[in-house]
C-alpha cells in the first residue's frame, strides 16, 4: 500500500488522500501519487493530468474557470 493523492477529474481538485495497492493504481482515474502543493486560505490545489503536476489557484479563479457565478 502507498499513499496517493485523489483529484476531481473534470476539474482537477483535491479531494485528499488515500492509500492505494501500487499495482491496482494505474487502474484507478483521478488519483496520482504526487504530493499536492501548500496551500492557504481562500486558495486550492488543483492537479493538471496532462502536466502531471499540481498548481494553486484562488477560490475566485476556480470560480470563474467552473462558470460558478456567485
Do not use: C, H
Not at 20 to 40: C, F, H, R, S, W
Amino acid at each position: 500500500m502507498m499513499k496517493a493523492y485523489m483529484f476531481d477529474l473534470e476539474s482537477g481538485m483535491y479531494q485528499g488522500e488515500v492509500y492505494e495497492d501500487a499495482n491496482l493504481m494505474k487502474y484507478v482515474d483521478g488519483i496520482t501519487t504526487i504530493p499536492p502543493l501548500q496551500y492557504g486560505d481562500d486558495e486550492v490545489v488543483v492537479f493538471d493530468q496532462n502536466e502531471q503536476k499540481w498548481s494553486v489557484k484562488t477560490i475566485s479563479e476556480m470560480r470563474k474557470i467552473l462558470g460558478i457565478v456567485t
